[in-house]
């Protein structure tokens, strides 16, 4: 059986190498320290920052002038840095090279690569390996909360639609969305019906559904499987797709790639469909059922979230569906609808009947 998931994690383990061998020796402890508490794609992620800020300080930092490359730094090197050169580091981040590319970034990606500094200094300080963590005196990058965009409930009933019969579409589309149709409408009304994530969803193998007892498994972040169950309209989407569609296209099908044919969702050419793939099918189907809005997959996850916590008023009930690990990244999130509802209490009491004496 194809496992998706441990394939994934063996890239990135792979990819996470490559750019190890990148960094000055001293960051080797860190990553393996660091191993038990963390996933492979949070340590790459880490690597592709540390990667950035040690070339920023070979070419930046008058202290390491004399040095030919990153491999030079040492962990006495972590000692000369200070406040001044980590703040001139954020300035930097607004627009920078790197490898002959020009990057840019806002406070969310200033924020996200400061924060790996600061880990990184607080780690080798509590290992008592530098004699200060000039990296908790930074102050972080402010960040602006942004609206949580979501599909309505006339929405959600115009992507599907858009899904099923290709209105509003160009002939193009529409010739790609008669050969995907049934798969299409399985991936929208799955989202939209459970809340997966896109990985999540990309992830599932055919044997993951059962049909008995409407119920899938899904492999959340972090590898745990978890048992997740849906309704009759989701069931019947992913019914048709798995008897129609999908058979078909197997049936058709002379090469097959080992382990494709356990994926549930299919590319017209029988592999496993990518996260890429579903982004662009949903940003797509969104542009004609809700042009004003930027629809993304984790969009649909918020308007499953949202009509559940409308439904239920039980924000714990929304954190354990949807796989949060912690119940204040969900109040986050759906922060709005508690205000709505405390509007609503004040509409409720009333002090006086509105008779006159």
């Keep these: 059986m194809a496992d998706y ?41 880490y690597a592709y920052d540390l990667r950035i800020f040690f070339d920023y300080l070979l070419h930046n930092v008058r202290a390491f002038r004399a040095y030919k490359s990153i491999e030079d730094f040492c962990i006495e ?43 990184f200094f607080k780690y080798y300080f509590n290992r008592d390996l530098i004699p200060a963590n000039v990296a ?25 639609s858009v899904a099923e019969n290709g209105d509003g579409m160009s002939e193009h589309q529409r ?16 989202l939209l019906g459970t809340g997966i994530r896109v990985s999540e969803c990309v992830g599932l193998n055919v044997t ?24 009759d309209e989701v069931a019947d989407a992913l019914y048709e797709y798995i008897s129609g569609e999908r058979k078909a296209l197997i049936n058709r099908s002379e090469k097959l790639e080992k382990g494709d044919t356990d994926a549930l969702f299919l590319s017209l050419q029988v592999r496993r469909i990518s996260v890429r793939a579903v982004e662009n099918l949903v940003k ?15 969009k649909l ?8 916590y409308k ?4 924000i714990y009930m929304v954190a354990d569906v949807l796989g949060h690990r912690d119940v204040n990244t969900t109040k986050k999130h759906y922060a709005a609808i508690e205000e709505d509802h405390r509007k609503i209490a004040a509409q409720v009491v009333k002090l006086r009947d509105g008779k006159d004496d």
Excluded: W
Aim: include cysteine; charge should be positive.
């Design 77 to 119: 090197d972590l000692s000369k840095i200070t406040v001044l050169n980590l703040e001139a580091y954020m300035e930097y981040l607004s627009l920078y090279e790197f490898d002959e590319r020009e990057y840019t970034n806002g406070n969310k990606g200033k924020a996200r690569k400061i924060s790996t500094v600061r880990t």
């Design 175 to 190: 010739k790609i969305q008669r050969n995907t149709r049934s798969r299409d409408v399985a991936i929208l009304t799955l």
């Design 208 to 231: 993951d559904i059962d049909f008995e007892t409407n119920a899938f498994t899904v492999t959340r972040k972090g590898g745990n499987r978890a048992i997740l169950y849906f309704g």
């Design 5 to 45: 998931f441990n394939e994934r994690e063996k890239n990135v383990t792979q990819r996470l190498r490559e750019i190890r061998d990148e960094l000055p020796e001293l960051c080797e402890e860190f990553f393996i320290g660091i191993e038990p508490q963390t996933t492979a794609l949070t340590r790459l992620n």
């Design 301 to 308: 996850r918020s308007t499953f979230g949202t009509n559940l």
């Design 284 to 298: 797509k189907y969104a542009a004609s059922a809700a042009p004003l809005k930027k629809i993304s997959p984790h």
């Design 136 to 160: 908790a005196k930074l102050t972080m990058p402010k960040l602006h909360e942004k609206e949580i965009i979501r599909l309505e409930e006339h929405e959600v009933e115009r992507i599907l």
């Design 311 to 314: 439904a239920t008023s039980d």
